[in-house]
């Protein structure tokens, strides 16, 4: 009987914390634009998500222009199929870019990357026009995906850096 109750009890919370994981979140965050020779502009985030945090679309408003787009937690459980639309008009893994210190990984190139990065979260995101935006964060609790909060950077291709906050 005892083990009966335990397997009951075991399979509820792991039913409650499905479901808690498949809600719906959505959250704020802000930055500053940083152009050399040009004053700091606030920038706004909003994101959204149907699956506790873990992806979904980010919206980046500066005074002029709004980027969007998807972002992704990287986890352990991540495909490098996933994060194929990170890259459009970037290079791949953004190996480019050494705002977390990245470098070439050879032949494994993003495989290494996810392993490297879990509990972070990547975003690229495009305006109407076509201009672009990649942003890093770093997650502070990345068991709660983005609603865990965090900070990090996002670059502006040619424009400028954003510091953001979650």
């Known amino acids: ?17 499905l479901l808690l994981g498949a809600c719906a979140s959505v959250g704020m965050g802000e930055g500053d634009l940083a152009m050399k020779g040009k004053p700091e502009q606030p920038v706004l985030f909003t994101w959204q998500s149907d699956n506790g ?6 919206t980046a408003t500066l005074p002029g ?20 639309p990170l890259w459009d008009g ?5 190996t480019d870019w050494s705002y977390w210190g990245y470098g070439d990984y050879g032949p494994y ?13 990547v975003a690229s995101l495009k305006t ?10 770093h997650l502070i609790t ?25």
């Open 1 to 17: 009987m005892q083990a009966t109750h335990s397997i009951r009890t075991a399979a509820a919370a792991v039913g409650a914390s």
């Open 53 to 58: 945090g873990i992806s979904g679309t980010m």
């Open 65 to 84: 222009a709004t980027y969007q787009g998807r972002f992704f937690q990287i986890t352990r459980q991540t495909q490098r199929e996933s994060l194929a």
């Open 90 to 94: 970037w290079k791949e893994g953004w």
């Open 109 to 121: 190139g993003v495989t290494q990357f996810i392993t490297r990065y879990t509990g972070k979260v």
């Open 128 to 137: 109407a026009d076509g201009k672009k935006m990649r942003c890093r964060l």
């Open 142 to 166: 990345p068991v709660r995906g983005m609603a865990g909060g965090g900070e990090g950077e996002c670059q502006i291709a040619g424009a400028g850096t954003i510091h953001a906050t979650f």
